[in-house]
């Protein structure tokens, strides 16, 4: 806790503004009726007297990080889901242990070490596991033993349900289906039939079946672009055009598949094949402006032979699933809406249908885009 003095108070985390949004939100102020993505100004109506805090997102940041590596000097397998949210698989554990003690003393090793209130659901499975984390909240543990998962879920709402978002949930109402125990008792043919593939999946977790397995995290997934150049060039300009514009494609690649990167890496190979790297660990992100600003600071650092260039580069890597949470904490929306808004005549015309100028400066050149796992 940065500051003690705001324990048991209404806190709101967001934009100071009105026109921002609320990021995050004490458990004091959410008896006001105050959420997540909630305008600011609506959240200062329902709780006048809220404690407003603007959102850090380099201790968002190191705070994730700090959790996940407490985590992974102790748990056998695990995977970091979000920023905040991570999957154990303890298979086993219960031979040597106990499941529930084991639990317990990592999150109570957790909360020393962060002074963050963690909350813990364990269960038979990774949809179980987070119904039951977020009935926890706040900062408790809550165990769900395989003949407990049915009794356990038969009464909860179907908001619970991963995947079950707004629209979903509206359709589900209008066929009468408000609670879990409803949809578990809809034959399984007739929800595919209204909602496809996906209705499937919901019933099943309605079920309590998940058979997704937690994956192992890296730090090492990454993905970036190189481009290698038929002539070798010391056209500065023209270099730092070729990056912008690869940066916003990989940007726009993170965004569409909800990732987010916490690492930048600038990469050349002068005419003599001597190649050069230089990277910078960030806040988590998939923004353009935050990204640009990093990858061309070092680019200024990594270009220091000033000798013909035969390939430049960018990768960014310590990525994790989630959307841009972190765009919460700005005082204007403006930023985000500019950016889905690119993004989606992006996905209807193509990647290169809207581009910043500078990145458009740049002659066809070999180039690949590539995973590493």
């Known amino acids: 806790m940065l500051n003690p003095k705001l324990i048991g108070k209404p806190v709101i985390i967001g934009g100071t503004s009105d026109r921002g949004v609320v990021a995050s939100c004490s458990y004091e102020a959410r008896q006001f ?16 007297h809220a404690i407003v805090v603007r959102g850090d997102q380099d201790q968002y940041s190191k705070f994730s990080k700090m959790v996940t590596e407490i985590i992974a000097e102790r748990a056998p397998v695990y995977e970091k889901a979000s920023i905040d949210e991570h999957y154990l698989d303890i298979t086993g554990m219960d031979r040597f242990f106990g499941n529930l003690k ?32 977020g009935e926890a909240k706040p900062n408790g543990l809550l165990q769900i033993p395989q003949q407990g998962v049915i009794p356990f879920l038969d009464p909860l709402s179907i908001k619970k349900i991963p995947m079950v978002g707004g629209k979903t949930y509206q359709l589900l109402r209008s066929m009468g289906i408000s609670t879990v125990r409803t949809l578990r008792d809809v034959p399984p043919d007739m929800i595919e039939r209204v909602m496809g593939k996906n209705g499937t999946v919901i019933w099943k977790k309605a079920n309590g079946i998940d058979p997704t397995p937690v994956q192992q995290y890296s730090e090492r997934k990454s993905i970036g672009t190189e481009r290698t150049f038929e002539t070798d060039t010391i056209d500065v300009k023209m270099l730092k055009d070729i990056l912008i514009g690869m940066v916003e494609k990989i940007a726009f690649q993170l ?21 050069h790297t230089l990277q910078h660990h960030i806040p988590y992100t998939s923004f353009d402006h935050i990204l640009l600003k990093t990858a061309l600071e070092l680019f200024e650092k ?34 985000t809406s500019l950016y889905q808004a690119m993004d989606r005549i992006r996905l209807r015309f193509g990647n290169k249908a809207v581009r910043r100028a500078a990145g458009m400066n740049v002659v066809k050149e070999v180039h690949h885009l590539k995973y590493q796992v």
């Not at 109570?108 to 039951?132: D, M, Q, R, W, Y």
């Open 302 to 335: 990594v270009y220091s032979r000033r000798m013909l260039v035969r390939l430049i580069g960018v990768k960014f890597s310590g990525l994790v699933q989630g959307a841009q949470q972190l765009n919460l904490f700005e005082d204007t929306p403006e930023m």
């Open 102 to 133: 084991w639990s317990q003393e990592l999150r109570e090793k957790i909360i020393k070490e962060t002074h963050l209130p963690i909350s813990f659901g364990v269960s038979i499975n990774k949809t179980v596991s987070k119904i039951a984390t």
């Open 255 to 275: 965004r569409k598949e909800d990732k987010l990167t916490s690492c930048i890496t600038v990469k050349i190979r002068y005419s003599n094949f001597d190649t």
């Open 33 to 48: 009726g105050v959420h997540s993505a909630m305008p600011m100004k609506m959240a200062r109506i329902l709780c006048d």
